[in-house]
């Protein structure tokens, strides 16, 4: 059991380029998210999907993309990468039955570094 | 909106040291508390839990108790190893458009020297 998985560990970009930041779960959680953290600010959420077809707004959407068109992936996109960009990205993923108490599983989280 | 606040980091303790890590938070409604812990290298994974005021979270020798009168979830160790070297983070449930989401606190760094 692989639980929450995300690839790549590390990225580089260049202002300006776009790329896509992959999660798949093997666990058959409903319920995805993305976070990103940042320094002195904790983690903040940008979009997160209750089901495959379904994708909402976080705290920071903005700069982001996102689509579920399965239950195992969640991928983020980010069409034109900016400095500030530059974070640690963590997808998490919770099963239907904890929906009551919000505990999540965490990939291990894929750090961007945009130039 | 919901929040949480942590103590500032870091902390540096020696080993076998009693550990407190303030958290307290403001929201409507009643929300799940949480400690979330974050070795280096790696993704969070949830360290304990609360749902309701007065219960008390327990894990790998770690407490904290849901004190609604103080709106807060400390959390303690009473002997603290090299191991426990890690980012804490406190967290509660929100709803966001019908969805539960975490908000999490900025994060404490400890650091325990033997």
């Known amino acids: 059991n692989a639980g929450v998985t995300q690839t790549p560990k590390f990225q580089v970009l260049k202002t300006g380029q776009s790329m896509t930041l992959q999660c798949a779960q093997d666990?058959?959680?409903?319920?995805m998210s993305w976070y990103r953290q940042d320094p002195g600010m904790g983690l903040r959420l940008i979009h997160y999907?209750?089901?495959?077809?379904?994708?909402d707004q976080g705290e920071v959407p903005n700069g982001y993309n996102v689509s579920r068109s399965t239950t195992e992936d969640f991928p983020l996109r980010l069409l034109s990468a900016a400095p500030s960009q530059t974070s640690v990205y963590f997808c998490?993923?919770?099963?239907?039955?904890?929906?009551?108490?919000?505990?999540?599983?965490f990939g291990e989280g894929s750090r961007l570094t945009v130039l | 909106g919901n929040s949480v606040t942590q103590m500032e980091g870091p902390v540096t303790l020696s080993e076998e040291a009693f550990l407190t890590i303030n958290c307290t938070y403001t929201?409507?409604?009643?929300?799940?508390l949480f400690w979330y812990v974050q070795y280096p290298g790696e993704g969070l994974q949830l360290l304990l839990k609360?749902?309701?005021?007065?219960d008390k979270g327990s894990n790998k020798g770690f407490e904290a108790t849901y004190r609604k009168e103080t709106t807060s979830f400390h959390l303690e160790k009473g002997s603290v190893q090299v191991s426990d070297s890690a980012v804490y983070f406190c967290?509660?449930?929100?709803?966001?458009?019908?969805?539960?989401?975490?908000?999490f606190g900025q994060g404490t760094r400890l650091t325990i020297n033997p």
């Open positions: 609360a749902t309701k005021a007065d």
């Open positions: 998490a993923s919770r099963p239907p039955g904890s929906k009551s108490t919000g505990e999540l599983f």
């Open positions: 967290a509660l449930s929100d709803h966001l458009g019908g969805a539960q989401k975490l908000v």
């Open positions: 999907s209750v089901g495959a077809g379904i994708t």
């Open positions: 929201a409507t409604g009643y929300p799940s």
């Open positions: 666990m058959n959680h409903e319920y």
